[in-house]
């Protein structure tokens, strides 16, 4: 990971440093953007080369590497349930008949596509653990917590209670219908976080991976390899460990036929 940031650090700063050397007010990329930006707390100064290369870093995996690793295991999950692929494709083709959605209908009017993006993040939160800090002393499940104690929650843990969730490593996106949904304890439920901490991106990401894959499935079907599985990786974010090779048809193409 050390070896990988030093990588990322080169190219990231190399970037900056040639852009800072030649602006170009057309541009209108985010890092052009954020080298433009002002501190409002700061005298109108522009951020230094280290905030910006803050500001990129968190891009690429809060913006970046969280959403493609959730379009992979989505559609991982509906090439290994066919039954639920189809209702997904009935939705789609019943709301949108072949034209690109909207905003407004990916986030209100496709409530299969909601439950699978649902059902993909509890079993594979993105951000699967994370960091706090304990302001006050607290007891929690019969141990003390002292204040100034770091503690981390993990998503990827308590997406799997049992109690909660049952069988909880079946894909069942039906849990995640309107009313099984506002059923669930407070705090059952954290692919993105929760209270004032609640990812800021949550609903750009949700729309994100949801436009993808619509647009994706209105022109393909993807289908597995046969005995082909995954294996998961923990790193700050959850990913799959190797690519995950996919047979891609046109949708309409038997399975028999090459697409």
Not at 114 to 142: H, S
Request: include cysteine; proline fraction near 8%.
């Amino acid at each position: 990971m050390q070896t990988a940031r030093v990588t990322l650090d080169t190219i990231v700063y190399a970037e900056i440093a040639r852009r800072r050397a030649d602006p170009d007010p057309a541009r209108q990329d985010v890092l052009s953007m954020l080298l433009e930006a002002r501190d409002a707390d700061g005298g109108d100064a522009p951020l230094s080369d280290r905030e910006v290369r803050d500001q990129v870093m968190t891009l690429l995996f809060a913006g970046h590497d969280t959403t493609t690793s959730t379009v992979s295991f989505l559609l991982y999950e509906l090439a290994r349930h066919p039954r639920e692929l189809s209702k997904l494709l009935d939705e789609q083709d019943r709301v949108l008949a072949g034209r690109t959605p909207t905003a407004a209908e990916l986030t209100t009017a496709l409530p299969q596509l909601e439950m699978v993006l649902d059902e993909t993040l509890r079993l594979y939160p993105a951000a699967w653990i994370g960091p706090r800090k304990c302001i006050d002393e607290f007891e929690f499940g019969g141990h003390r917590v002292p204040a100034g104690a770091y503690v981390n929650y993990c998503s990827w843990a308590s997406h799997r209670l049992p109690d909660v969730f049952p069988e909880p490593e079946a894909f069942v996106p039906e849990r995640f219908a309107p009313a099984a949904k506002a059923q669930l304890p407070k705090g059952a439920y954290v692919p993105f976080g929760g209270g004032s901490r609640t990812c800021l991106g949550m609903r750009f990401g949700q729309l994100e991976i949801k436009t993808i894959v619509t647009l994706l499935l209105q022109r393909y079907r993807l289908e597995l390899f046969p005995g082909q599985t995954i294996t998961v990786r923990q790193m700050p974010t959850l990913s799959p460990r190797e690519p995950i090779e996919m047979i891609v048809r046109e949708r309409g193409v038997p399975a028999g036929l090459a697409g």
